[in-house]
Nanobody, 127 residues
Framework: QVQLVESGGGLVQAGGSLRLSCAPSGRTIATYAMAWFRQAPGKERDFVGAISRSRGITYYADSVKGRFTISRDNAKNTVNLQMNSLKPEDTAVYHC????????????????????WGQGTQVTVSS
């Protein structure tokens, strides 16, 4: 079983920035394709961004393109989500997800593709 630990959430004003990090406990992140999803109160869990295991190919939700950047640092064993120009509608619990190996036939934007999930970190953007 893989435990994913997220960090970096918090409260920020609109227009500000936050950087989230996710690390697999006791495992090498280079083994996994990674993604971030978010869930606002009363809403479904939505895709934010994903990055492939080896080539660093990235995908983003239209709502965050140009503002958020997902990256992986295999040396530090983390995947990061840099969030700039934050908006109140970005407020949600952000979850890290991992897929063992490649995405294969699954969509990187679909939550059912992923094998492991973190507990989440709260991001609150005030207006």
């Amino acid at each position: 079983q893989v435990q994913l630990v997220e960090s970096g959430g918090g409260l920020v004003q609109a227009g500000g920035s936050l950087r989230l990090s996710c690390a697999p406990s006791g495992r090498t992140i280079a083994t996994y394709a990674m993604a971030w999803f978010r869930q606002a109160p009363g809403k479904e869990r939505d895709f934010v961004g994903a990055i492939s295991r080896s080539r660093g190919i990235t995908y983003y939700a239209d709502s965050v393109k140009g503002r958020f950047t997902i990256s992986r640092d295999n040396a530090k064993n983390t995947v990061n989500l840099q969030m700039n120009s934050l908006k109140p509608e970005d407020t949600a619990v952000y979850h890290c997800a991992a897929k063992t190996g490649a995405w294969y036939g699954g969509s990187p934007m679909n939550s059912t593709t992923y094998d492991y999930w973190g507990q989440g970190t709260q991001v609150t953007v005030s207006s």
